[in-house]
């Protein structure tokens, strides 16, 4: 699937009166979407391989969306959360596919790159294990390890 602002609009354009939204099926086989079709459709074939190898996939798939205020912008991704929590983000529409460690230290995605924390103690978690810290009380306080 090709990321196509255009192709979506002309897409959405087939809705009638009658019929409001239009199945993802159709942005799939028309190989046209935006962030919201592709992560989609991440999730959905997510869901098929775990139903196909259970014992393999035992996480969950999700697709997040994250909107910031500053400039109304919206972005929505994958998110596959192991047993034992670790995060993996497939995020089609940035070309990333990786833990949530590896997006957030990427540089090169620059302004890019969006908040893919769960919620706010996920993301002061991840900063104080950055700092070599622990996040204590909510994530609110910042203590760090003792070096030896």
């Not at 969950?60 to 670790?86: L, M």
Request: glycine share 10%.
């Amino acid at each position: 699937m090709e990321y196509d602002l255009a192709g979506v609009a002309e897409i959405s354009n087939w809705a009638t009166a009658d019929h409001k939204k239009i199945n993802l099926g159709a942005y799939i086989s028309e190989g046209k979407g935006v962030c919201r079709h592709m992560a989609l459709t991440s999730q959905w074939l997510g869901a098929r391989m775990k139903d196909k190898y259970p014992t393999l996939l035992t996480g969950e798939f999700t697709v997040p969306v994250n909107q910031r205020t500053s400039d109304n912008a919206a972005h929505e991704w994958t998110r596959y959360t192991t047993p034992s929590g670790k995060v993996y983000i497939i995020d089609p529409a940035q070309k990333f596919v990786g833990t949530l460690e590896e997006i957030m230290l990427d540089g090169s995605k620059g302004a890019t790159r969006w908040e893919y924390f769960a919620n706010k103690q996920e993301k002061d978690e991840h900063e104080a294990r950055l700092i070599g810290g622990t996040a204590i009380d909510g994530g609110r306080f910042w203590k760090r390890k003792n070096k030896k």
